[in-house]
């Protein structure tokens, strides 16, 4: 069984850091684009950013210049460093990944059970 776990998350005030982890475990072949979700509450769940094992990034407008994704793929591992956080990146972030168990078999998008980032004075 494959499992991405996120930690990092928690009570930060505005203008402050944290840094995510998500690390995959389990039986792993390889792992192809991660990224990092986000839902805020009464929202939909949105893209915030995504890398592939190349190191590509992609990032949405609202967090460019502020987050920054990485990964490690040696741990299986992708890292969210975020900085001058505001009170509107309040939410659960959720981790994703496309993950080969083997060569004739993947998961093209799994998900962590997210982690709570709350931004408040």
């Known amino acids: 069984q494959v499992r991405l776990a996120e930690s990092g998350g928690g009570l930060v005030q505005p203008g402050g850091s944290l840094r995510l982890s998500c690390a995959a475990s389990?039986?792993?072949?390889?792992?192809?684009?991660m990224g990092w979700y986000r839902q805020a509450p009464a929202n939909e769940r949105e893209l915030v950013a995504t890398?592939?094992?190349?190191?590509?990034?992609n990032y949405v407008d609202s967090v460019k210049g502020r987050f920054t994704i990485s990964r490690d793929n040696a741990k299986n591992t992708v890292y969210l460093q975020m900085n001058s956080l505001k009170p509107e990146d309040t939410a659960v972030y959720y981790c994703?990944?496309?993950?080969?168990?083997?060569?004739?078999?993947?998961?093209?998008?799994?998900w962590g059970q997210g982690t709570l980032v709350t931004v408040s004075s």
């Open positions: 994703n990944a496309d993950i080969a168990t083997s060569p004739d078999f993947r998961y093209p998008g799994l």
């Open positions: 389990g039986r792993i072949f390889n792992i192809n684009t």
């Open positions: 890398i592939t094992r190349d190191g590509n990034t």
